[in-house]
């Protein structure tokens, strides 16, 4: 049977092949950024965080108001971000940031994601007057978060960060810390997108006609329609992905000097020694 290949492995295949060959094939590793580390935690918080927005929504009384929808989705977002931070104690111990300061550098982006949540909700309960169940019942959409998929079909698997659930159909939603393209999104964030939309159309029997990434550094969503020459791209790319972690030659560099200087496995990968030694152990074990 056919090895699944993860989504990531696509959007990691077109940012550098070399890179990938190097990681998963020779097994070298980036060692831990400062950004990095701090990117996963406010992505872990967020995830977690959509789990609980049924349990705000549904503590939504007559007469709260924007200020106590706020203060409610901010205690979570608190809380959840002093686990997250627990949870990746060792992490920031090897970038040297200690706790607390990385709690006051990141707890600012949860108040502007509280702003968000707290906006959107309030309006809905403005318009439509609908409280605690009653209110849960009738919101649009309901976010879904961490949803694993995969296909034997499509050889593929992922975990999709969330999906917006509406009565007639569903939307991916990819959650992106770092920098965003001046128009559009990157090219490995679309195709991680197209490859979500083609696995939840098998998942759940239904076309999926467009997703968005969500550059939280920037507050921006930006839209990826779907379409029969996207979905053929993420298949012609699973394939080379596929040949590469089956191949015994190490793909060329990428050849664009930025993504050199910030990568963290640049010695190794301009050291032709020690590539063709780890190689060559790699095919003979
Ligand atoms: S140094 Fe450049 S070519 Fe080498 S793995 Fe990193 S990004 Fe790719």
Redesign the pocket.
Known sequence: MARRISVTMLSSYLY?A??LF?ERVLKLFEPEKLALVKGSIRHDTIDKASQFEEEVVRSVIEGDDYESIYNKYLAIYSKLLRESIVRNKYRLKTVKLPLIEAYNEIIPAFKQHSEMGALRLYKFVEENKFYGDELWEKLVPKIKSEIRIESPELELNGIVDQIEVYPDGFIPIELKTGSMPNEGVWPGHRIQLAAYALLMEEKFGKEIKEGFVYYLDQQERRQIVMNSFLKQEVRELKDKVRVLLNGEEIPE??GNEN??KK?G??EK?FDEKILNKLLKEKITN
């Open positions: 550098c070399r890179k190097l560099f990428t993504k050199c990568c496995l640049r990968c």
